[in-house]
């Protein structure tokens, strides 16, 4: 790969102003339609010289974006990986700019999906282009750009691995993998997710009269439910302690809640829905379990409580061994690029890793890219400038290094 350094360095003004067009182009999810970002994404992989481009999806407004760079001989195969879709802004008087206004401030690029990954989308492709420009002599780059992460990739990662468009020996997800700095972290675990429902039954009836006539305000009653899921929900799960993830499980309450009818209405329906964030070896059926013994507990103490679950999504949890080729020219590209190489860790969050891994059985890298996790979802959302130059670099070299085959 001689010179790849040498293009890169003349790609890095580029990769910042294609990240900027990314942030601009607006991929809220919901409602969910990535074409104008998947077309912006094929152009400019077609304009640098790839043309082994194609956009596949269940709907015409939910494309992916996939390419292919092939070596010169056959060889091993890698897949480099980001979502093109956002979270909704949100508030837009909580943002000091427009989010979909690029702006570059004190070393900082603002803009929504600015670390939550368009970043890494941008570096990534550069990364590909500057391999294919210095000549890939072994083995397959894969692209692999999704639709719907942030919605639960059903029509994203998880319809291209039951299609069976995902092949390769080992992927990167590019998401953003510092929590309290940018690069701290190289996560071998993507949590998974169980996403449900609780719907509490009460009396709907006249409120003038509930002091004299047996009457269930359901809204109460999801409200004293509530608050014991809080407290006590996270210690009635069933979970093996990972050395990754010392913390465990992470239990939110209420993250959505929905009640009653209006003034003048004894509420007689109620509902409210949970997030827990699990661990490799948990499973639906235990989980489904133990939620329902927590439920039917609750129940017999407080007769007046009729609560229901409702099991909406599982997304299982991934882990890989930190002795996969693919860790190994993570850390290396790390230590060149950025003069150190991170901790191993588990993800916080839920990945495309799952439908990677458990469905289309390739070994993934939950997650390594710039930007932090607790500024993705937020107003004001930036990474650092200079990290976009610096993921391209690592990505370029990494997969270099897992596609020369002696070095394999």
Not at 6 to 33: C, M, R
């Amino acid at each position: 790969m001689e010179g790849l350094s040498e293009i890169l360095d003349a790609y890095e003004d580029e990769v910042l102003e294609f990240t900027k067009e990314l942030i601009a182009t607006d991929s809220a999810n919901p409602p969910g339609d990535e074409r104008a970002i998947a077309q912006l994404v094929m152009d400019r992989l077609q304009q640098l010289g790839i043309d082994d481009v194609t956009a596949a999806g269940p709907e015409e407004e939910r494309p992916s974006v996939l390419a292919k760079i092939e070596g010169e001989v056959p060889g091993a195969s890698l897949i480099l990986s980001g979502h093109i879709d956002t979270k909704p802004a949100g508030d837009l008087t909580e943002w000091h700019t427009d989010p979909w206004d690029p702006v570059t401030a004190d070393g900082k690029l603002y803009g929504l999906g600015s670390g939550d990954m368009k970043a890494a989308v941008a570096a990534m492709t550069y990364a590909a282009a500057g391999l294919k420009r210095a000549g890939l002599s072994t083995g397959t780059l894969h692209l692999v750009f999704t639709a719907d992460e942030e919605a639960g990739s059903v029509k994203g990662s998880k319809w291209l691995a039951e299609q069976e468009l995902l092949e390769a020996d080992a992927a990167i997800i590019g998401e953003p993998s510092g929590v309290h700095e940018e690069w701290e972290a190289l996560h071998l675990v993507s949590r998974g997710a169980a996403l449900f429902k609780v719907i509490v039954r009460g009396t709907q009836m006249h409120s003038s009269i509930t002091d004299r006539l047996p009457a269930v305000n359901a809204s109460v009653k999801m409200a004293e439910l509530m608050t014991r899921m809080n407290k006590d929900l996270k210690g009635a799960l069933t979970y093996d302690e990972h050395p990754l993830s010392p913390l465990g499980p992470t239990v939110n309450v209420g993250v959505m809640v929905e009640g009653g009818v209006f003034y003048g209405v004894c509420p007689g329906l109620a509902e409210f829905a949970c997030d827990i964030r699990t661990l490799p070896g948990m499973t639906q059926e235990v989980m489904e379990a133990d939620l329902q013994a927590f439920l039917d507990l609750a129940m017999s103490e407080d007769p007046e409580l009729n609560a229901e679950l409702v099991f909406d999504t599982w997304v299982g949890a991934t882990e890989i061994s930190p002795d996969e080729p693919v860790v190994g020219a993570l850390l290396a590209a790390s230590e060149e690029v950025l003069g150190s190489a991170p901790r191993l860790d588990a993800f916080p969050g839920a990945t495309d890793a799952p439908h990677f891994q458990i469905t289309a059985g390739i070994p993934t890298v939950a997650a390594y890219g710039p930007g932090l996790l607790p500024l993705a979802h937020s107003p004001n959302e930036y990474l650092e400038v200079a990290s976009v130059a610096k993921s391209m670099r690592i990505y370029a070299h990494a997969a270099a290094r897992f596609l020369d085959s002696e070095s394999r």
